[in-house]
């Protein structure tokens, strides 16, 4: 298991980082593409109070220790992807022994989501929407000081919270 996570780019943009870098790295790696994973955390990179994203990008790579010999052809992969929506780029490499990785796998599903296997709802809430809009416009009216409560929302409690001590 590989697992390449970038912070600091619009997690969005990872689809096509991931699907044009995939197979380059599987195949560096001598492995399956099942193996390549990336993630891209929808997070801020700041760097002394000003939001650094897209302008700096980290990015770690998570890997067996038996591949640490092919990092530098791996970095060189990886920032061929990465360099069009990044200006500066840091990339650290962590190794792990293999015996500390461990997976389940449900049998009954295939073992990834791909666009064969993914079914697309419509998520459209427009028809929702509409009917909201057209609720608010027939019942909306101002908010007065009537439609305020202005005593004390917790008159009694207070006794009972003395009590209780």
């Known amino acids: 298991m590989i697992t390449i996570k970038i912070y600091g780019i619009d997690p969005y943009l990872l689809?096509?980082?991931?699907?044009?870098?995939?197979?380059?790295?599987?195949?560096?790696?001598e492995t399956s593409v099942d193996n390549i994973n990336f993630l891209a955390p929808?997070?801020?990179?700041?760097?002394?109070?000003?939001?650094?994203?897209?302008?700096?990008?980290?990015?770690?790579?998570?890997?067996?220790?038996?591949?640490e010999v092919l990092e530098n052809d791996a970095f060189k992969i990886i920032v061929q992807y990465v360099k069009?929506?990044?200006i500066n780029i840091e990339c650290v490499f962590y190794y792990f022994s293999s015996?500390?990785?461990?997976?389940?796998?449900n049998s009954d599903y295939p073992r990834f989501m791909s666009?064969?296997?993914?079914?697309?709802?419509?998520?459209?809430?427009?028809e929702y929407d509409e009917k909201v809009e057209e609720e608010?416009?027939?019942?909306?009216h101002e908010i007065s000081e009537d439609d305020l409560y202005l005593g004390n929302a917790f008159e009694g409690f207070e006794e009972k919270i003395k009590k209780m001590k």
């Not at 929808?42 to 591949?67: D, F, M, R, S």
């Not at 666009?115 to 427009?126: G, I, R």
């Open 15 to 29: 689809r096509n980082i991931s699907k044009d870098a995939t197979k380059k790295i599987a195949d560096l790696y």
């Open 42 to 67: 929808e997070c801020l990179y700041v760097h002394n109070g000003v939001e650094q994203n897209t302008w700096n990008v980290l990015i770690e790579v998570h890997a067996p220790k038996k591949v």
């Open 84 to 86: 069009d929506v990044a």
């Open 99 to 105: 015996d500390n990785y461990h997976e389940l796998l």
């Open 115 to 126: 666009e064969e296997n993914t079914v697309n709802v419509d998520t459209s809430y427009e």
């Open 136 to 140: 608010d416009e027939h019942h909306h």
